[in-house]
């Protein structure tokens, strides 16, 4: 009978070390839910409702972002959540950084105040791979009648600054993110916060999943608000590439990346604006007829026609022309092209550079020259 004590109160303790152990665990991995809101009034309840209803979130927080309607009051009428308010907006990328300040929780959910139609299992699959510990980053896949901004800007530049990339919803402002990660990071203040997160995650290695949650209804944006949303993802972007980085004064474009799609076009006419507002000067080398080329309409600064005959000899000197004009170093010059001849010619050109500390060639030169149908971004 007192070995069967003896084991019960075995058991008994057993028991106990298991539930503190589990409990244990489960408080490092409680969830914030923070939800960024500008203007929201009339969906910032349904949003908040459907966070309460999952069990996983510990904490809801709503960012105030300056909103000149009731969202603020609507909030304070939903028991259980936090709101912090920004007297003037902001932008989306501080409320984010206000939310990561004031969370408690080791992992941080972010859903947009805006969605007509999210429900509480949409949710769940955000932060169920976190959980689980199968994932450290989790950005929602979705289906979206419209999605201008990342199906005209973001995508189509991804594939050309990044090609090993490929994300359907890169812009998705539904993600999950652990603690520590965003804390580590810079938070870009406005509308290029996603794009530069998920661009950092991928440098830092960090296990980056894509979950299908199905439909989303966002509320609709006026134009003038996605012409600023579509510059300033652009303007990330290319920051993150490194083309708009101080030390490149010129940018090289050969003609295969100027397609004459009338979308890429476009496109281009907005990347060559933005390297004239960061004081780059832009030179297009093409080997088509010059009448083709002026129907383009492209606004580069220079222009320098090639025989199609050329060879990368010819290609490499046109790029030294380009440098003794205008009074510039080779380390100062962008090259971007995604033709055989060009690769070769930049292999040739930046021979000696292949060396250098520069993150960007690092991480790209030894494995994008290998695949020439791929647009070759280089940076000595």
Not at 35 to 42: D, H, R, S
Not at 223 to 232: A, F, Y
Request: aromatic fraction near 4%; hydrophobic fraction near 40%; glycine fraction near 4%.
């Amino acid at each position: 009978m007192r070995q069967v004590d003896k084991l019960v109160d075995f058991i008994r303790r057993s028991i106990g070390y298991s539930v503190r152990h589990l409990s244990s665990d489960r408080e490092e991995l409680e969830v914030s839910m923070i939800v960024p809101a500008f203007n929201e009034e009339k969906t910032i309840r349904k949003v908040l409702m459907c966070g309460k209803r999952v069990a996983e979130v510990h904490e809801i927080i709503i960012i105030d972002d300056g909103s000149s309607d009731h969202t603020a009051d609507v909030v304070r009428r939903v028991k259980g959540v936090r709101l912090i308010q920004h007297y003037k907006n902001r932008g989306k990328g501080e409320a984010i950084k206000t939310g990561i300040a004031h969370a408690r929780h080791d992992i941080l959910l972010f859903i947009d105040a805006d969605l007509k139609n999210i429900t509480p299992e949409k949710i769940k699959k955000l932060i169920t791979p976190i959980l689980k510990g199968k994932a450290d980053i989790v950005k929602a896949s979705f289906h979206r009648a419209r999605g201008r901004v990342t199906e005209i800007a973001a995508k189509p530049l991804l594939r050309i600054l990044f090609p090993g990339l490929s994300f359907s919803q890169p812009l998705s402002g539904q993600f999950a993110a652990r603690r520590a990660f965003l804390e580590g990071i810079r938070i870009e203040p406005r509308w290029g916060i996603e794009i530069a997160m998920l661009l950092d995650a991928v440098e830092q290695k960090q296990r980056v999943v894509e979950v299908d949650i199905g439909e989303l209804v966002h509320k609709k944006n006026p134009l003038e608000c996605m012409r600023e949303m579509s510059q300033q993802v652009m303007e990330t972007m290319m920051k993150k590439a490194g083309i708009l980085c101080k030390k490149h004064r010129i940018v090289v474009f050969s003609d295969d990346v100027l397609n004459c799609d009338e979308h890429k076009i476009r496109r281009c006419d907005q990347i060559l604006a933005l390297l004239r507002s960061r004081g780059c000067c832009s030179v297009l080398i093409t080997m088509r007829d010059k009448g083709l080329v002026e129907a383009l309409g492209l606004k580069v600064d220079h222009t320098i026609f090639l025989p199609k005959s050329a060879d990368e000899k010819e290609v490499t000197a046109s790029i030294r022309s380009v440098c003794k004009r205008l009074e510039c170093r080779p380390e100062q010059v962008l090259l971007v092209a995604n033709n055989r001849l060009f690769s070769d010619a930049a292999k040739r050109f930046y021979s000696l550079a292949l060396t250098t500390s520069d993150d960007l060639l690092k991480r790209y030169a030894a494995d994008i020259l290998q695949h020439p149908s791929e647009v070759v971004v280089l940076a000595e």
